[in-house]
């Protein structure tokens, strides 16, 4: 296993154009986030999901933005009409799900997404 | 809404020396979880140190160390022996307790070690 993986590691798009990042979790983790870190900023929760089902979104995931986890396993973020307030770092993290208590969530090294 | 301030963008230390890093948080709930995560450059982001609201003792796991103060709502980091591996950009972290899964992270502060 070799962790979190996210493709493609960066992104130049031109404003109005979609956009789709992938994310490979770690097998059979169960729970599958994603943020979005700008620069100088921390990661900033966008969705998250328990196998296929999408529990909860951010305010921050506008009408333009979809995420998807199809048979639980890999999940595609999609940009639609994309601005240049998108540009940021993607990323991606898993967690098992926890008997109790805390789930450390493995991260992956994110997409750089950046809008001309 | 929970909120987590890392007053500190930048700190410097020299290699072998303690460094602390600030955290303070904001919250209405009793039960929850503290992180600190550790961004290298240009790699991931990996767990560095935990600490359970319910738990009065500090977390310590190898140099690192925390000094957790439940009451002041503080949640600072300790590196001790540091090394030039430490460079990184270091992430306080919040998680509720409840079925609220999701991470409320501070802006960061970004570590130097010298030589």
């Known amino acids: 296993d070799t962790g979190v993986s996210q493709n493609p590691r960066h992104k130049i798009t031109k404003r109005g154009q979609n956009v789709t990042f992938r994310c490979d979790p770690i097998s059979e983790h169960n729970r599958l986030y994603w943020y979005r870190q700008t620069l100088g900023q921390g990661p900033e929760f966008l969705t998250y999901?328990?196998?296929?089902?999408?529990?909860?979104k951010s305010r921050l995931l506008s009408d333009r933005f979809s995420a998807e986890r199809p048979k639980g396993s890999f999940s595609t973020l999609e940009i639609q009409r994309t601005e240049q307030g998108d540009s940021a770092m993607y990323l991606c993290?898993?967690?098992?799900?926890?008997?109790?208590?805390?789930?450390?969530?493995?991260f992956g090294p994110g997409t750089r997404l950046t809008v001309l | 809404a929970q909120t987590v301030t890392q007053s500190q963008p930048e700190m410097s230390v020299q290699e072998a020396e303690t460094v602390t890093l600030s955290c303070t948080y904001d919250?209405?709930?009793?039960?929850?979880?503290l992180f600190w995560y550790k961004q290298p450059p240009s790699r991931q982001m990996i767990l560095v140190i935990r600490q359970e609201a319910y738990k009065q003792q500090n977390a310590t796991e190898n140099r690192f160390s925390v000094n957790f103060q439940k009451a002041a709502k503080s949640f600072s980091l300790k590196i001790s022996d540091s090394q030039l591996g430490d460079a990184a950009m270091y992430f306080c972290?919040?998680?509720?307790?409840?079925?609220?899964?999701?991470?409320?992270f501070g802006k960061g502060t970004l570590l130097t070690v010298n030589p």
């Open positions: 919250t209405s709930e009793s039960d929850y979880y």
């Open positions: 993290a898993s967690s098992p799900v926890p008997g109790q208590g805390w789930n450390e969530q493995f």
């Open positions: 972290a919040y998680e509720g307790g409840g079925s609220n899964y999701k991470l409320t």
């Open positions: 999901f328990q196998n296929e089902a999408q529990l909860e």
